[in-house]
């Protein structure tokens, strides 16, 4: 079933994927000089994070490089082909809620020790409020968040924790959803 | 399920292998199968030749073999046997999947079986590709998405949706009732009802007559009158009457099935939205919109977020302040007061207009002026204008949460219109009453003119057969009142004149205010762009409102005149375009950015009401009131639904009517209705015990999880106890 739903969701946005990473429309090719217009040798082409970073979709996203690391090959943001799709698969309208959840998790877990810790928190409100808001403040907010959170009280959200609140939020899919 | 990049590879790679050929060109694959096989079984080198292959190197250095006795020589027997068996297994498991291998005779066809699985793979997602393409102005709402954000999105994709609802009925209308008598049914000038009466004929094509929809538009296929009521028309024998009949009943059956399979697609998303446990979780992890792609909104965003967790910290900081609850409380009332005196006197205001609008029907039309003329339907259309701002205005008074007072504010919009509709349905009520009485006194003066017409044409017949043959042109025969085609007419006239108000204001209510606004800047005291007036929002409640109740108005409409769908797809179409412009033209987003999603089922719920409220008086309409007797296809008949009657009598064979017949006796009527009943009373039921099986569970794990809390919190206390005695 879910399998089945991943293939199905990197279907669609397949073409309209591959559309964008050769051309976009009315915007210029992302990066008409490395990417190659003939995929059947499938060649390692990996697109720095910088042109990703600068797409119309992603500039205005405050984790657009927390997105880029999770979905690249090795971390860095510098993605391939597949690791492009994949990113828009998983955030169009289709994915399921539990894929979409994995996903954010690993995207809010800024050290990558599959733990949303403390840290963590800080970084995600910080971004969140682009340091409007005090410290004080922040911390409070970050330990608001574990209260809630946080079942097994070890002090930061583990994937079930996380799993757990967010498929409950009524907004999770209409906003964790970029459209092509 | 762990989900991981690798699953998504190793899930591509899998389709991969069953998809495309296997290139097997050796003996390689089947060797490597029987290898497979061989694994499975326990390696005795006594039994086996030795091969030497990679896999299968036995070393040398091994000790020998221990002698046999009497149990190892069982043991060894049951061994055989299992591994004979295995050997069946595994040999039938080959020969059934030979093809699969690229060997023996299943080769070909399983080859051709592939081809096309693959062929029909591609197929399938050139059609999804091909479906996604069809959709019409993903662009446009994309833009829009991006630069105001999801809720004022949503009010797009619901105009979209209409579109597509409307374009159903559009097709079923135009392709079964005005197509067919376009094409089959006697041309204009034939009958008495297809003509312009010989009074009328001066003007029947002015433009202000044809903008009314009176002279050559009524006399048309746009509306009820027109339609001949004979039974069949055309060479293909198309039953025309059953064939309306029947469509106006399906356009409602079809609006209420597509309307509740939208609901039930959207309950699924809500889940328990009124939860307050994961508050500032939620705010954290789901308050960004990956949607955005404008830097403005994303400035406007970052704000409202900002200020949303500004509030829940002062929220949650603060102490219960006692405010002074007797004041709210008499503020409110008053409020509400006040909201009661505005429906009050915007029902009476109609009520009033319409009487009016009867006074000045029975007065020559080339006496009235245009405001005369279109009165009832400007006063709807600015009622429904000013009145929201009013609400706007005392809930100042209320000081509620903001999401709370768009709700009160909603609800009072929605009364406000269904109120005014209600009251329109009430006027026309009367007024079809009104020409029903006259129909009466038309009905004998027709039989006085008939009796004078006979004699004529006797005379002409007795007197001088060389004279011009008697005939009476249709445009000199009496007419009836015709009630039906006068409501079709008066439902096309709200809709054009709501069209109109809408357009109207748009341009001058946001592009003309955001033109003053941005050149008189300059020359201006204070600034206007953030100050006074500024630059309109986007309204999106009062514009979703207004979309569902002039659908409301097509459902009520579309039975008396066919053309109502048709010209609402206009609408629709110009609309979208129209208004598309305008937001991003001359709107700004939202200084408070809220989000759709929780109201999505609030304005369906509100949809599927209108839906209901509309086809009430349509169905008591066709039901209880007798058609005119000189217009529409059921002219002569006592009542509407009696074409189904004659249908069944007429094309169907005889033991079916009486099957029917006795189907309609009303002992098994009342048995099936009680059964009906019975049924719906038990499914509540059910859902009542569902739902609260559901809200026990939920309780029970949030006791769970509290519970775990505490423990954890008391085992982490002595465990830091601990720690700190061992220091």
Known sequence: GQQANSLHTRAAGSVSGLHIFHKEGDHEDLAPQLVPLDYTTCPDVKVPYELIGSMPELKDNPFRQRIAQVFSEDGDGHMTLDNFLDMFSVMSEMAPRDLKAYYAFKIYDFNNDDYICAWDLEQTVTKLTRGELSAEEVSLVCEKVLDEADGDHDGR???????????????????????? | VEWSGECLRSCRREVQIKVEEKEDETEESSSEEEEEVEDKLPRRESLRPKRKRTRDVINEDDPEPEPEDEETRKAREKERRRRLKRGAEAKKFVSENEGALGKGKGKRWFAFKMMMAKKWAKFLRDFENFKAACVPWENKIKAIESQFGSSVASYF??????YGVNMVLFILTFSLIMLPEYLWGLPYGSLPRKTVPRAEEASAANFGVLYDFNGLAQYSVLFYGYYDNKRTIGWMNFRLPLSYFLVGIMCIGYSFLVVLKAMTKNIGDDGGGDDNTFNFSWKVFTSWDYLIGNPETADNKFNSITMNFKEAITEEKAAQVEENVHLIRFLRFLANFFVFLTLGGSGYLIFWAVKRSQEFAQQDPDTLGWWEKNEMNMVMSLLGMFCPTLFDLFAELEDYHPLIALKW??????A???????????????????????????????????ANMIKAYNASFSENSTGPPFFVHPADVPRGPCWETMVGQEFVRLTVSDVLTTYVTILIGDFLRACFVRFCNYCWCWDLEYGYPSYTEFDISGNVLALIFNQGMIWM??????????????????????????????????????????????????????LFLSTMPVLYMIVSLPPSFDCGPFSGKNRMFEVIGETLEHDFPSWMAKILRQLSNPGLVIAVILVMVLAIYYLNATAKGQKAANLDLKKKMKMQALENKMRNKKMAAARAAAAAGRQ
């Open chain 2, 416 to 450: 406000l219109l269904l109120g005014n509709l209600y009251v329109f349905i009430l006027a026309l009520m009367d007024e079809i009453n009104n020409k029903i009485e006259e129909e009466k006194l038309v009905k004998a003066n027709i039989t006085l003119w008939e």
């Open chain 2, 409 to 414: 504010l909603l609800g009072r919009i929605f």
């Open chain 1, 157 to 180: 959200l583990s994937l079930e924790d996380f799993q757990n609140m967010i498929l409950r939020a009524p907004d999770f899919l209409s906003t964790f959803h970029i459209r092509i």
């Open chain 2, 557 to 610: 409409g579309s039975f008396f005149a066919p053309s109502l769908p048709g010209i609402n797809i206009l609408r629709l179409h110009t609309s979208m375009y129209f208004q598309c412009w305008a937001v991003m033209c001359c709107n700004v987003p939202e200084a408070r950015v809220f989000k759709a999603s929780r109201s999505n089922n609030f304005y369906l719920g509100m949809l599927l009401l209108i």
């Open chain 2, 157 to 162: 994709l619901f105009l979209r949706w209409m």
